[in-house]
């Protein structure tokens, strides 16, 4: 294909953004009354206010064309029907499957792939049974109280994201299971766990595509090495270390064998397939803690609502469709109006966690700066994204948006209702009107980054420090409540929208190359650091700035 900026419709749009430069978004609202009318949509439960993005309808219809011209009705097909749309690995990206009814088909390469996923979710829904029952015992007999997931990453973003989005959902009336998450290489999050849990109720779930990774392999061995010490050793006898490793350990991997190996039970092993990728495996095998949290209904509740995304996404027009929408007005903002930060602002303290999320389900994504074809890019691809619960971001870096050098396009999201099930009338007023508040910060300060000065009553000349320029563009994303359906949706959303700007761009969003370097490199500085030996053939070939840390690591470590 021609890289996307040789296209007619990109040098159109090229030449339409210098007009759209010189306007304010507070005159276009001024100019159409019906502006929240004409771009806003629904679909799959989920309402899309578009009207404050810096476009006009004619931007709107060029940006169609663009996608068009970029055939991505066609990548949609490609993505849903298991075409092998990771280019650089050879494989399909089919995460869409994991979250298929069971009724449905989806024939690759001349394998269904459905009953596969569904064998696992079947597996998925008897381990969380025994656990829910107090039937998951530990080698003394003991009920599994304390379930920590080792994982980083996607394996480990993905269900911390979405255990606390639907805390409200957590199962009641069964035996009560507590999910924690340990991601971090350098222990400090599992060391915590290991002073204060009871080794004879705590299990530990390893989630790895690879099973290779090195962050929680470390955590991994450590874990394991203070089961055995605590249960193994110390005199207990009739308990061997094949039964603690049977009883207190869960892997989820691409890779059985490597699981076996490392000693996890075959029926204590949960698949999933190298054609999903870390960051968008929530879905299956990997989502264990969501579903030990919320429940299997729960958990089939989320899969439901992102499938109804994913119908959308396929059925939808183009001027339609959600997921293309907000993927356009992203190439608009970061391809021709030069606005490369982006920032994540949810209403919501159960969404705390979503920031983070779509930081690595974007910029792992599409930071990438080569085409499908091999070819350099000659436009920028992912802007910067990051993010905070907004309430929170007000009083840290609102400033900046408001009155900063630095042009920001936001995502702001809420729910609509919440609170109105709280059963003590007095608590639940309270409550609402709480939450009420937040909804009203939330559309003020989307309002004042558009209208700047305008959205202030005239109370005569005021300093240049205290005027707004506005014009900041934003997204506004709105939930009727925060549900597992919805929540999926919402993440369906975003994880299609990353999907349509890949196929403008012309680059891969299924691949990480660049998170593979770093691990084979710090691998390597790992040995030399281990061995302790300034003389040997590699650390001499270190730049001075390395060489010289290492050394400073093994003088520290002498003191």
Same mark, same amino acid.
């Given at each position: 294909?021609?890289?996307?900026?040789?296209?007619?419709?990109?040098?159109?749009?090229?030449?339409?953004?210098?007009?759209?430069?010189?306007?304010?978004?507070?005159?276009?609202?001024?100019?159409?009354?019906?502006?929240?009318? #004409?771009?806003?949509?629904?679909?799959?439960?989920?309402?899309?206010?578009?009207?404050?993005?810096?476009?006009?309808?004619?931007?709107?219809?060029?940006?169609?064309?663009?996608?068009?011209?970029?055939?991505?009705?066609?990548?949609?097909?490609?993505?849903?029907?298991?075409?092998?749309?990771?280019?650089?690995?050879?494989?399909?990206?089919?995460?869409?499957?994991?979250?298929?009814?069971?009724?449905?088909?989806?024939?690759?390469?001349?394998?269904?792939?459905?009953?596969?996923?569904?064998?696992?979710?079947?597996?998925?829904?008897?381990?969380?049974?025994?656990?829910?029952?107090?039937?998951?015992?530990?080698?003394?007999?003991?009920?599994?109280?304390?379930?920590?997931?080792?994982?980083?990453?996607?394996?480990?973003?993905?269900?911390?994201?979405? #255990?606390?989005?639907?805390?409200?959902?957590?199962?009641?009336?069964?035996?009560?299971?507590?999910?924690?998450?340990?991601?971090?290489?350098?222990?400090?999050?599992?060391?915590?766990?290991?002073?204060?849990?009871?080794?004879?109720?705590?299990?530990?779930?390893?989630?790895?595509?690879?099973?290779?990774?090195?962050?929680?392999?470390?955590?991994?061995?450590?874990?394991?090495?203070?089961?055995?010490?605590?249960?193994?050793?110390?005199?207990?006898?009739?308990?061997?270390?094949?039964?603690?490793?049977?009883?207190?350990?869960?892997?989820?991997?691409?890779?059985?064998?490597?699981?076996?190996?490392?000693?996890?039970?075959?029926?204590?092993?949960?698949?999933?397939?190298?054609?999903?990728?870390?960051?968008?495996?929530?879905?299956?095998?990997?989502?264990?803690?969501?579903?030990?949290?919320?429940?299997?209904?729960?958990?089939?509740?989320?899969?439901?609502?992102?499938?109804?995304?994913?119908?959308?996404?396929?059925?939808?027009?183009?001027?339609?469709?959600?997921?293309?929408?907000?993927?356009?007005?992203?190439?608009?903002?970061?391809?021709?109006?030069?606005?490369?930060?982006?920032?994540?602002?949810?209403?919501?303290?159960?969404?705390?966690?979503?920031?983070?999320?779509?930081?690595?389900?974007?910029?792992?994504?599409?930071?990438?700066?080569?085409?499908?074809?091999?070819?350099?890019?000659?436009?920028? #691809?992912?802007?910067?994204?990051?993010?905070?619960?907004?309430?929170?971001?007000?009083?840290?870096?609102?400033?900046?948006?408001?009155?900063?050098?630095?042009?920001?396009?936001?995502?702001?999201?809420?729910?609509?209702?919440?609170?109105?099930?709280?059963?003590?009338?007095?608590?639940?007023?309270?409550?609402?009107?709480?939450?009420?508040?937040?909804?009203?910060?939330?559309?003020?300060?989307?309002?004042?980054?558009?209208?700047?000065?305008?959205?202030?009553?005239?109370?005569?000349?005021?300093?240049?420090?205290?005027?707004?320029?506005?014009?900041?563009?934003? #997204?506004?994303?709105?939930?009727?409540?925060?549900?597992?359906?919805?929540?999926?949706?919402?993440?369906?959303?975003?994880?299609?929208?990353?999907?349509?700007?890949?196929?403008?761009?012309?680059?891969?969003?299924?691949?990480?190359?660049?998170?593979?370097?770093?691990?084979?490199?710090?691998?390597?500085?790992?040995?030399?650091?281990?061995?302790?030996?300034?003389?040997?053939?590699?650390?001499?070939?270190?730049?001075?700035?390395?060489?010289?840390?290492?050394?400073?690591?093994?003088?520290?470590?002498?003191?």
């Amino acid at each position: 294909m021609v890289q996307i900026d040789r296209t007619n419709a990109w040098q159109a749009l090229q030449q339409h953004a210098d007009d759209i430069a010189k306007r304010h978004l507070k005159d276009m609202f001024r100019e159409d009354e019906d502006r929240f009318g #004409t771009f806003s949509r629904e679909g799959a439960g989920l309402r899309v206010d578009l009207s404050k993005q810096r476009w006009q309808a004619e931007t709107l219809d060029l940006l169609l064309q663009l996608a068009e011209e970029a055939q991505v009705l066609e990548a949609i097909s490609r993505l849903l029907s298991g075409e092998k749309v990771n280019i650089s690995e050879n494989r399909p990206a089919l995460h869409t499957a994991l979250r298929l009814p069971a009724d449905a088909s989806l024939v690759v390469e001349g394998q269904d792939v459905v009953p596969g996923v569904h064998r696992t979710l079947d597996h998925m829904a008897s381990m969380v049974d025994r656990f829910h029952s107090g039937q998951w015992r530990g080698v003394t007999g003991q009920p599994i109280k304390d379930v920590v997931n080792l994982g980083v990453g996607g394996s480990d973003l993905g269900p911390l994201m979405v #255990t606390h989005a639907l805390s409200d959902y957590q199962v009641k009336d069964v035996h009560e299971v507590n999910v924690h998450f340990a991601s971090t290489m350098d222990g400090s999050q599992l060391a915590a766990y290991l002073t204060h849990f009871d080794p004879e109720t705590t299990l530990f779930v390893l989630s790895s595509k690879s099973f290779t990774t090195i962050d929680t392999l470390s955590n991994a061995t450590t874990a394991r090495d203070w089961l055995m010490a605590r249960l193994a050793g110390h005199g207990r006898e009739g308990i061997d270390a094949d039964l603690v490793m049977r009883q207190h350990f869960i892997g989820v991997s691409a890779s059985p064998e490597k699981m076996s190996e490392w000693g996890i039970a075959e029926n204590h092993q949960l698949e999933f397939w190298d054609w999903v990728g870390g960051r968008y495996s929530l879905w299956g095998g990997i989502g264990l803690p969501i579903a030990l949290v919320i429940g299997m209904e729960g958990f089939l509740q989320l899969l439901a609502g992102a499938h109804a995304m994913d119908r959308h996404f396929q059925t939808a027009p183009l001027a339609d469709n959600l997921p293309v929408l907000m993927a356009l007005a992203g190439i608009w903002n970061n391809n021709f109006l030069d606005i490369r930060a982006h920032s994540i602002l949810p209403y919501d303290g159960r969404l705390e966690y979503f920031a983070a999320y779509l930081e690595q389900l974007e910029m792992e994504s599409n930071g990438k700066s080569v085409t499908n074809e091999g070819e350099s890019v000659n436009y920028s #691809t992912c802007p910067v994204l990051w993010g905070q619960l907004g309430p929170n971001a007000q009083h840290a870096f609102y400033q900046l948006l408001h009155q900063g050098t630095q042009a920001v396009e936001c995502d702001f999201i809420a729910p609509l209702v919440r609170y109105d099930d709280v059963e003590d009338p007095a608590t639940r007023e309270r409550l609402m009107g709480q939450h009420r508040l937040t909804l009203a910060n939330c559309f003020a300060q989307s309002r004042v980054l558009m209208l700047g000065d305008d959205a202030i009553a005239d109370d005569g000349p005021r300093p240049e420090h205290k005027r707004y320029r506005g014009n900041q563009p934003s #997204t506004t994303v709105l939930l009727e409540r925060l549900t597992p359906e919805s929540l999926g949706a919402l993440i369906a959303l975003y994880e299609h929208k990353v999907f349509v700007q890949a196929t403008i761009w012309g680059i891969n969003p299924f691949d990480q190359w660049g998170v593979e370097l770093g691990k084979k490199i710090a691998n390597e500085t790992c040995d030399i650091i281990e061995r302790r030996d300034g003389c040997n053939a590699e650390l001499k070939q270190m730049d001075a700035s390395t060489r010289g840390l290492i050394e400073a690591t093994w003088n520290s470590s002498r003191m």
